[in-house]
């Protein structure tokens, strides 16, 4: 069996890449824990400053692995188990995205449906393809794409969301950028190059700054807006006690390109 997850450094930028073409790159058990690996590898390498997510073949990823999921069902108490475990170690997997200290760029083309647009959602930021079409449509078999929404909605409108929850429509490229699911939609021939255009340019900022300023990021989210400032107002000020921030200001005022160790 083929590795489910190639990964390929070029400079500081990681580049993942699900490789199960056949079943549209599922999300099953195995593709969830070699993700899970990947993350956990990444996250311990000061070298890399960017991540990109992608995929080989038609699809970014089909959601979760529906085959997988019936052959589970033998027994209503062991298929129950078997379900927790399987939503309990996507969940799991997914919030690692945000929890990377790497910034993770999706780089999406085909189709990312169901638990494949959550990962899409999950990621810090998504370039697409201009034919691409998201949806979350376990709907259209019965079954409502619940652990997907909890990513959806906290990037798209609750209005769009559920639209897309209750009708298991897809949306195109252009759509889910109109609606905040992806930054940038370009040709399919641009498509790498454009993701790594942008993989390069953050990787090329002050690393402890990007890091810093990603946990205060998705930190600020969860707060309320005093205490959102009061963890912000502190990051700022640990960063700015930072030699490096402390020279890239000092490189601005004097017309020069900083230093940086």
């Known amino acids: 069996m083929p590795d489910l997850v190639l990964r390929e450094d070029t400079d500081h930028v990681a580049r993942l890449v699900l490789n199960s073409p056949a079943n549209y790159n599922a999300l099953s058990l195995e593709m969830i824990d070699a993700l899970s690996e990947s993350f956990r590898a990444i996250e311990e390498d000061d070298n890399i400053r960017a991540v990109i997510l992608t995929a080989t073949g038609k699809a970014f990823s089909a959601g979760h692995d529906l085959r997988q999921m019936q052959e589970a069902r ?9 379900y927790e475990r399987l939503f309990g170690r996507c969940s799991g997997m997914m919030q690692m995205l945000p929890a990377l200290p790497q910034p993770v760029i999706a780089e999406v083309q085909g189709i990312a449906t169901a638990a494949g647009c959550q990962l899409v959602a999950s990621c810090d930021l ?3 393809a201009e034919d691409v079409r998201f949806g979350v449509n376990g709907v259209n078999i019965g079954l409502f794409c619940s652990t997907p929404m909890v990513a959806l909605t906290r990037v798209v409108p609750p209005k769009a969301a559920f639209e897309m929850l209750t009708t298991g429509e897809f949306i195109l490229a ?14 399919a021939d641009q498509l790498t190059a454009t993701t790594m255009e942008m993989a390069r340019l953050i990787a090329s900022k002050l690393p402890a700054a990007i890091r810093m300023g990603k946990r205060a990021f998705h930190e600020q989210l969860r707060l309320g807006l005093a205490a959102a400032y009061e963890g912000a107002g502190s990051t700022m000020c640990e960063n700015m006690m930072l030699p490096d921030t402390n020279e890239g200001i000092n490189a601005f005022l004097e017309k020069r390109k900083p230093d940086w160790n």
């Open 74 to 82: 033998h027994d209503e108490d062991a298929g129950r188990r078997a």
């Open 126 to 128: 998504a370039v697409a």
């Open 174 to 187: 252009d759509r889910a950028c109109e609606l905040g699911l992806v930054n940038r939609v370009v040709p």
